[in-house]
Nanobody
């Protein structure tokens, strides 16, 4: 199993940038594909981005493609989400997720494990 703790959320102005972090417990972090989801008020949770165990594959939702970048540092057991050109529609609770096994890429992550979430609020 893996435990996930997100950080880095907060209040940011539209057009600004923010970097979220997700720290994972356990020595098997590199065995998991990792990703980010978000849930805006009154909406269902939606996929944002995913990255393979070695960072060789990434996949993004169309709504964030070109603005957000997912990366990971297996030595630090951490996955990141760099958010640029943030807009009001990015306001949401952002969740880190992990998928066990060989994620093939080109599809949203299956969330086998979840963090508690971190709030991102965009002000205009």
């Amino acid at each position: 199993q893996v435990q996930l703790v997100e950080s880095g959320g907060g209040l940011v102005q539209a057009g600004g940038s923010l970097r979220l972090s997700c720290a994972a417990s356990g020595r098997t972090f590199s065995m998991y594909a990792m990703g980010w989801f978000r849930q805006a008020p009154g909406k269902e949770r939606e996929f944002v981005a995913a990255i393979s165990w070695n960072g060789g594959k990434t996949y993004y939702a169309d709504s964030v493609k070109g603005r957000f970048t997912i990366s990971r540092d297996n030595a630090k057991n951490t996955v990141y989400l760099q958010m640029n050109s943030i807009n009001a529609q990015d306001t949401a609770v952002y969740y880190c997720a992990a998928e066990a096994g060989a994620w093939p890429g080109a599809r949203p992550l299956r969330g086998d494990y979840w963090g508690q979430g971190t709030q991102v609020t965009v002000s205009s």
